[in-house]
């Protein structure tokens, strides 16, 4: 099993940065990829940022140039680092981990943080 504890989501102004944080902990063996979703109220859960063990990443189009996912594996944390966040940005942000063993994949969540761009 493996835990996820998201935190560092709060209410920002627009144009303004935040970062989030998701601690990765347990039998974290085989987990390789990392990412970030988000679901707004009404919206389907929309992938932001994932990043692989090797450090390739990608991003959600809307994101792209003002949102950096990045992990820290001696610490077993992924960061989401929000920059220029715009209302649209408004969601719940969950972290996630997928996990490899023996070809079978398993899927992790996080309770989720909530981030609020308003003014």
């Known amino acids: 099993q493996v835990q996820l504890v998201e935190s560092g989501g709060g209410l920002v102004q627009p144009g303004g940065s935040l970062r989030v944080s998701c601690a990765v902990s347990?039998?974290?063996?085989?987990?390789?990829?990392m990412g970030w979703y988000r679901q707004a109220p009404g919206n389907q859960r929309e992938l932001v940022a994932s990043?692989?063990?090797?450090?390739?990443?990608n991003y959600l189009d809307s994101v792209k140039g003002r949102f950096a996912i990045s992990r820290d594996n001696a610490k077993n944390t992924v960061y989401l680092q929000m920059n220029s966040l715009k209302p649209e940005d408004t969601a719940v942000y969950y972290c996630?981990?997928?996990?490899?063993?023996?070809?079978?994949?398993?899927?992790?969540w996080g309770q989720g943080t909530q981030v609020t761009v308003s003014s």
């Open positions: 990043i692989t063990s090797g450090g390739s990443t």
């Open positions: 996630s981990a997928k996990q490899t063993i023996m070809g079978i994949n398993y899927n992790y």
């Open positions: 347990g039998s974290i063996f085989g987990v390789d990829s």
